[in-house]
Structure formats: C-alpha cells, structure tokens
C-alpha cells in the first residue's frame, strides 16, 4: 500500500511559513502555537526568528520540486490499485486515525 496525502498548497505554505524558531531550540507557530509575547521566547527570552527555508517563497518553490518529482509516482502507483488517498488538510490526530484504518 502507497498513502498520498493530500492536501492544498496553502495548507503546507501556512503550517510551514509560520513556523518560529529560537535559539534555545524552542519552536513556535504564528498562529497555532504562538508566544506569550510576539517575537520573543517564552523559555529563554530569546527573539525569535524564521528559518531561511521556511520562507513563504522557499515553501512554494519547494512544493514545485516535490510535485514535478512525486506526480510520475502518484500516477504509477494508482495504475497499480495500490495507491490510498489520505486529506492531508485535517488535523494531525485525524489524519493518524486515517492512516491507521488504511493500514488495518
């Protein structure tokens, strides 16, 4: 069994770009799991940054790569009926109870 999941190019780019990150190794999100106090750490007090690839324009760029590479794989493994579709735009315990009935 092959699972695709799928899901709309801005759910990625939004997951991805809003990711916040600290020197501290503590990790943020803009909008699902932001700081008590924008732009800084709650740990260490930190400023919080965005990683280079985690940029909006970064995301997207690597989203084209990862289609051109994938789509000649989704279409082969379809063809072989071994291809499951999985909506990738759920939440992340949604989508484990997805996968796992697919698994059996």
């Known amino acids: 069994i092959v699972i695709d999941i799928e899901v709309p190019d801005e ?3 939004g997951r991805i770009s809003g990711r916040l990150m600290c020197k501290c190794g503590a990790s943020y999100h803009r909008t699902f799991n932001s700081p008590r106090k924008a732009g ?3 740990k260490c007090g ?3 940054f ?3 690839d985690d940029r909006e324009d970064a995301v997207r760029n690597r989203l084209s ?3 051109k590479q994938t789509m000649p ?3 082969h493994y379809g063809q072989e009926s071994i ?3 999985v909506d990738g ?3 992340i315990e949604e989508i484990f109870r997805d996968i796992c009935a697919l698994l059996g």
């Open 11 to 13: 759910v990625p780019v």
């Open 40 to 42: 800084v750490c709650d």
């Open 46 to 48: 930190g400023r919080l």
């Open 50 to 52: 965005q990683r280079e």
């Open 65 to 67: 790569v990862y289609k």
């Open 73 to 75: 794989l989704i279409e």
């Open 83 to 85: 291809l499951r579709k």
């Open 89 to 91: 735009s759920k939440g």
